[in-house]
């Protein structure tokens, strides 16, 4: 009788639990560890996406982070082209487009969503650093963020 009452009291003291609740804190790890792999997956894909620019052209990537590159140089009385692109989806662009505009340049060139193209551009003979920014997203002109420079050298440099 006082073995049988010794297992009962053991019994109470460690509640049987079945094997699928005892796999809960493994299932709950296994997930937790998912969530972080996709979360740093997510966090470098733009590393590892970014397309690499043709020969010849400037890689400018537009993003909620502005331009990147945020400063472009290029020389007074060149003809350069951007290959120019963005992940960013519609639904967060004015317009579903992000913009490139410097008007002092001469530049006013619209991007759609998760796209990518080539802008060429015939640089003014107006050595000087200008400014550049996007209208079409994060507060536009008004945000520091979505500004950029070009500067343009002299053709001599
Ligand atoms: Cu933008």
Redesign the pocket.
């Known amino acids: 009788m006082t073995t049988t009452r010794a297992a009962v009291r053991r019994a109470r003291r460690a509640p049987q639990r079945t094997p699928g609740e005892r796999a809960k804190p493994f299932i709950f790890a296994g997930l937790a560890i998912t969530v972080l792999a996709v979360g740093a997956f997510l966090a470098v894909g733009d590393f590892f996406n970014r397309p690499p620019a043709a020969t010849g052209t400037i890689d400018v990537q537009?993003?909620?982070a502005?331009f990147t590159p945020s400063t472009i140089t290029v020389k007074a009385g060149d003809t350069v082209t951007f290959d120019w692109w963005?992940q960013?989806a519609a639904m967060h662009?004015q317009g579903g487009?992000?913009?490139m505009i410097s008007p002092d340049l001469g530049l006013n060139e619209q991007l759609p969503a998760e796209s990518r193209r080539t802008v060429t551009w015939a640089v003014p003979d107006k050595p000087g650093t200008y400014d550049v920014w996007?209208?079409?997203?994060?507060g536009?002109k008004d945000s520091p963020t979505?500004h950029g420079k070009i500067v343009v050298l002299p053709a001599t440099a």
Do not use: F, N, P, R
């Open positions: 537009s993003s909620m502005g963005t960013d662009l487009v992000h913009t996007c209208e079409s997203c994060c536009g979505m």
